[in-house]
């Protein structure tokens, strides 16, 4: 892949969602610039098109000329929401994963981290412009974990479980959840086996969220992986015919059913603290008495 300079060129792209608040996205490009990166911003707010960042047909444009720039070496989507879907199909992946580009983003990007996995290219899944940069308080932890794994070629995620001493290694990938179960059975999917699979959402009640992870294992694919780590899964709200059923009591079925650990804790998801994670990276997962580390090893 191509090599990430000391002041690497940065590319925000609007493949998704379009933002909420234009004077913040300015905001955000001001603190990359500060960050030391040479920012090039794809994102028009006169293209908005309905609740998109411009219409499908520009916003491929723009993922393929922010691919095709040589001044550019990472990519990064300005928001996540909802709009990648429509996009795939019309999409240059192999254009993308030969690029030498690192592609940057979560939730709805989660679908070109799968592009990637599939062509054996890494790629990160870490902050995207909005709310990260464009806060007024930005986390420092956020921003120091996207710094640290762009400049490395290995990167290391700390967190607390309460999961029983594990120790093992596989392929780190995952995302979405639910962006990961709209993806199987279909053109975008990546078969990965012997895997270390992280997962997150928002605003999925557990059923749901339990409704998804039993797709993924009826698909076939929870049973092929080392292990899953789960990210934050938060916004929902139980209702009283709940009756006792919640995320710890999903958690509990979860584990009753697949024969690999299920560890939670990571600091990553829709959360203003979170973590980077290298997708497609070389992976040690190691706990020992409550304590998580998630090492990372790759290049780009």
Same mark, same amino acid.
């Given at each position: 892949?191509?090599?990430?300079?000391?002041?690497?060129?940065?590319?925000?792209?609007?493949?998704?969602?379009?933002?909420?608040?234009?004077?913040?996205?300015?905001?955000?490009?001001?603190?990359? /610039?500060?960050?030391?990166?040479?920012?090039?911003?794809?994102?028009?707010?006169?293209?908005?098109?309905?609740?998109?960042?411009?219409?499908?047909?520009?916003?491929?444009?723009?993922?393929?000329? /922010?691919?095709? #720039?040589?001044?550019?070496?990472?990519?990064?989507?300005?928001?996540?929401?909802?709009?990648?879907? &429509?996009?795939?199909?019309?999409?240059?992946?192999?254009?993308?994963?030969?690029?030498?580009?690192?592609?940057?983003?979560?939730?709805?990007?989660?679908?070109?981290?799968?592009?990637?996995?599939?062509?054996?290219?890494?790629?990160? /899944?870490?902050?995207?412009?909005?709310?990260?940069?464009?806060?007024?308080?930005?986390?420092?932890?956020?921003?120091?974990?996207?710094?640290?794994?762009?400049?490395?070629?290995?990167?290391?995620?700390?967190?607390?479980?309460?999961?029983?001493?594990?120790?093992? #290694?596989?392929?780190?990938?995952?995302?979405?959840?639910?962006?990961?179960?709209? /993806?199987?059975?279909?053109?975008?999917?990546?078969?990965?086996?012997?895997?270390?699979?992280?997962?997150?959402? @928002?605003?999925?009640?557990?059923? &749901? @969220?339990?409704?998804?992870?039993?797709?993924?294992?009826?698909?076939?694919?929870?049973?092929?992986?080392?292990?899953?780590?789960?990210? #934050?899964?938060?916004?929902?709200?139980?209702?009283?015919?709940? #009756?006792?059923?919640?995320?710890?009591?999903?958690?509990?079925?979860?584990?009753?059913?697949?024969?690999?650990?299920?560890?939670?804790?990571?600091?990553?998801?829709?959360? &203003?603290?979170?973590?980077?994670?290298?997708?497609?990276?070389?992976?040690?997962?190691?706990?020992?008495?409550?304590?998580?580390?998630?090492?990372?090893?790759?290049?780009?």
């Amino acid at each position: 892949m191509q090599e990430i300079k000391e002041q690497p060129g940065i590319a925000v792209v609007a493949p998704s969602g379009a933002p909420l608040d234009d004077v913040a996205v300015e905001r955000g490009l001001a603190l990359l /610039a500060e960050q030391g990166f040479k920012v090039h911003s794809y994102y028009q707010p006169a293209q908005k098109f309905q609740r998109f960042g411009a219409t499908d047909v520009e916003r491929v444009q723009q993922m393929h000329e /922010a691919a095709q #720039n040589p001044d550019v070496q990472i990519v990064m989507a300005l928001r996540g929401s909802y709009g990648m879907s &429509r996009l795939m199909p019309h999409l240059d992946l192999d254009l993308l994963a030969h690029s030498g580009k690192c592609f940057v983003g979560y939730s709805d990007f989660t679908l070109i981290h799968l592009a990637m996995l599939a062509r054996n290219r890494n790629s990160l /899944a870490g902050p995207m412009l909005c709310d990260d940069f464009t806060r007024e308080q930005p986390c420092d932890y956020t921003l120091a974990q996207f710094k640290a794994s762009i400049s490395n070629t290995s990167h290391t995620v700390e967190f607390q479980t309460t999961h029983e001493d594990v120790a093992l #290694n596989g392929r780190l990938w995952g995302g979405n959840l639910a962006m990961l179960t709209h /993806a199987v059975g279909t053109p975008f999917w990546a078969e990965v086996q012997d895997g270390i699979l992280f997962l997150e959402d @928002i605003g999925e009640h557990p059923y &749901r @969220i339990e409704r998804m992870l039993l797709q993924l294992h009826f698909a076939g694919v929870l049973n092929k992986q080392k292990a899953i780590i789960l990210g #934050n899964f938060s916004a929902y709200k139980l209702a009283p015919h709940d #009756n006792g059923y919640d995320f710890d009591a999903m958690l509990a079925y979860l584990r009753s059913i697949i024969d690999i650990p299920v560890i939670t804790g990571l600091p990553f998801g829709h959360i &203003r603290t979170r973590a980077s994670l290298v997708v497609g990276s070389d992976a040690e997962l190691t706990v020992t008495a409550g304590a998580a580390r998630l090492d990372m090893r790759y290049s780009w």
